[in-house]
C-alpha cells in the first residue's frame, strides 16, 4: 500500500475541480473564513470517497481490462483498503457538512455525495447514469443557501448546477465512447450513440448558458456577452474541427467558463 495509491484513486482532477467550484460558488454567496474552509473540507474529502469507492468497485473490471494505469490494478492499494478509506471518508464527510451547513444544509450535501455513490455502484452502466449528476449537483445551491442564511437558492442557480452536470456527464464519456461500446459497458451515452450524445449536450449546455446569460445581462452586459460568445466559440470549434478530442476540448472550456460567470454573477447579485 502506498500514498500514491490513494492519491491516484481520489480521480484527483475532478475532485480538484469539483471543490473548487463550488468553494468558489459558496465565496460569491458569501461564505468566508473558517466556515468556508469546512465547506471547502466537506467536498474535498466527499470527493475523496466517491473516487475511492469509483476505483474500489472497478477494480476486477479494471483489472481484467488490464488498466495498468489504475492503482488496484497496479498493485499500489487494493480495493478493500480503499473501500475503508471510502467509507470513512463519507461519515467524515457528512459530519462536515452538518456542522458547517446545518441539519438541512448539510444534508443536501450527502444526498448529493450518496447520489455520487449510487452512480459508481449501481447506475453508471445504464440508461440512469445521468441522474445522479442531476441530483447531486442540483444539491449544491441548497447545502450552500440553506447552509449560511436557511433561505432556498435563486430557482436560476438551481436550474444551471444540474444542466451543466449532466452536460459534462456526456461530454466526459465521448471520449471513451467506442471502448465503452466494445466492452459492453457505459452509460446513457453509449446508449444514444456519439451523435446524440453530443447533441443532447450541446442543447443542454445551451440552455443552461441561455439561462446564465439572461440573469447576468441586468448586472452586466458584459458576462452575458462572454457567456453568449463563449457557447458559440465553443460550438463552432467543437463541431467543425477533425480532432477526435475538440468537441470534449471546446464543451469543457465553455462549462468552465459558465461556471466563472456564475460565481461573478452570483456574487454581484
Not at 473548487?20 to 459558496?26: N, Q, R, Y
Not at 466517491?50 to 483489472?63: T, Y
Not at 432556498?152 to 451543466?164: K, T
Not at 446569460?213 to 448586472?219: E, G, H, R
Request: charged share 5%; with cysteine.
Amino acid at each position: 500500500m502506498s500514498v500514491a495509491g490513494y492519491v491516484r484513486a481520489t480521480h484527483a482532477a475532478p475532485t480538484l475541480a469539483v471543490t473548487t467550484v463550488i468553494t468558489l460558488t459558496a465565496w460569491s454567496l458569501g461564505w468566508r473564513g473558517i466556515a468556508l474552509a469546512g465547506v471547502a473540507a466537506a467536498v474535498f474529502v466527499g470527493q475523496c470517497s466517491i473516487g475511492w469507492s469509483n476505483d474500489a468497485f472497478d477494480a476486477n473490471l479494471d483489472a481484467k481490462a488490464q488498466r495498468s494505469e489504475k492503482p488496484t490494478v497496479a498493485g499500489l492499494v487494493s480495493a478493500r483498503s480503499l473501500w475503508r478509506a471510502a467509507i470513512i471518508a463519507f461519515v467524515l464527510s457528512a459530519a462536515l457538512s452538518w456542522y458547517v451547513a446545518g441539519w438541512v444544509g448539510g444534508s443536501f450535501h450527502v444526498v448529493a455525495v450518496a447520489m455520487a455513490w449510487a452512480y459508481n455502484t449501481v447506475l453508471s452502466r445504464t440508461a440512469w447514469s445521468w441522474l445522479p449528476y442531476a441530483v447531486s449537483f442540483g444539491c449544491v445551491p441548497p447545502f450552500l443557501t440553506y447552509g449560511l442564511t436557511a433561505t432556498p437558492p435563486p430557482a436560476w442557480l438551481v436550474a444551471i448546477y444540474p444542466i451543466v452536470g449532466v452536460s459534462a456527464h456526456l461530454a466526459n464519456a465521448l471520449p471513451d465512447l467506442e471502448s465503452d461500446q466494445a466492452a459492453g459497458v457505459g452509460g446513457i451515452a453509449v446508449r444514444l450513440g456519439a451523435p446524440r450524445a453530443a447533441l443532447i449536450c450541446w442543447v443542454l449546455l445551451g440552455i443552461g448558458s441561455t439561462i446564465l446569460a439572461v440573469v447576468a445581462l441586468p448586472t452586466s452586459g458584459l458576462l452575458a456577452l462572454v457567456v453568449a460568445g463563449g457557447y458559440l466559440a465553443a460550438l463552432v470549434y467543437g463541431t467543425r474541427s477533425r480532432s477526435k478530442a475538440a468537441m470534449f476540448n471546446a464543451i469543457m472550456v465553455a462549462v468552465l467558463l459558465n461556471v466563472a460567470v456564475l460565481v461573478v454573477t452570483a456574487a454581484m447579485s
